[in-house]
């Protein structure tokens, strides 16, 4: 006779808690909490095996929407804190769920570290180019001269490019998508959940109260066509309604071409997820409109590669010196001065 026990096919549903969802009725968040519900039964995981961590913001309700182990950490902080866990349970699936003000202002400096030391978790950054939890301030994506309540005569600060400074702190994956794609969205998580190492996620997500429709222009069916490029390994950038149009590079310049024009496909940047510094081009590809023209904004993977991670390292590093010099830790803690009390 077998012990052996198949273990429970899981749904979305059995990552949903009773919990009721409280986000303003069209919030981005809704798509995203229903797709990261739809993938996790694919990975293979169990659900004690896997862990949300969460910052301040919007955002940061998640843990309490999805039934893992989970928690609601402070601002900034959940980098650190997803760094101590993962270091001490390396085995746990961890995901990061912050936003682009908790994430890349007062979390700023443990969201690089994490990344450059490259524990093996998913960060998920929510980027909605504002503060919507405090009700609608300018937050460290916002475009320059934004009119918030917090800048009521326009932003005077140069926003930070997510996926560049990703990139410059030495993360090994980063990718793009957004909330209103939910197949592109779905497949943008399996691939961040399947690097080996830390896995860096920018999702525009809208938020219609305080800052509605910022990325329409990517979301509109009626815009989508000509505003957004899907970077696919291997494949050529092309884009467009008909798919006639595509990007090369002049030098270290991309330019877009028309293929009705005589322009070959054969001509096109061929994506490589490998190439960094093709990678640093896509990454800037809309911050010098003035310099580079109007070209469309990049979606998918933009970089990927191996690097050891920190989690792996330390522990290797702890069992050598267990073996370089074997420790007694009741003795150590005892030492010399131990005496009897009659």
Known sequence: MSDTTTAPVLTAKDF???????????????????????????LGIPKENIVIVSGIGCSSRFPYYMNTYGMHSIHGRATAIASGLKASRPELSVWIVTGDGDGLSIGGNHTIHLLRR????????????IYGLTKGQYSPTSEEHKVTKSTPMGSIDHPFNPLALALGADATFIARTMDRDPKHLQAMLIRTQQHKGA????????CNIFNDL???????????????IFLEQGQPLVFGDNNDKGIKLDGFKPVVVNLNDGNSIDDLWIHDEQDIYKAQILTRIFDNPKVDGHLPRPFGV???????????????????AKSRKPADLDKLLRGNEVWTIA
């Open 16 to 42: 949903a808690t009773d919990q009721e969802v409280r986000w303003c009725p069209g919030c981005g968040d809704y798509s995203i909490l229903a797709q990261v519900q739809k993938v996790m039964p694919t």
């Open 214 to 228: 910022a990325f329409e222009t990517f979301t509109d069916k009626k815009t989508k066509g000509e505003e957004t």
């Open 199 to 206: 896995s860096f996620l920018e999702i525009y997500q809208n």
């Open 118 to 129: 490259n524990f093996d978790v998913n960060v998920m950054l929510f980027n909605n180019q």
């Open 302 to 320: 933009f970089y990927q590669t191996n690097r050891a991670c920190y989690e792996d390292v330390m522990s290797a590093q702890l069992e050598e």
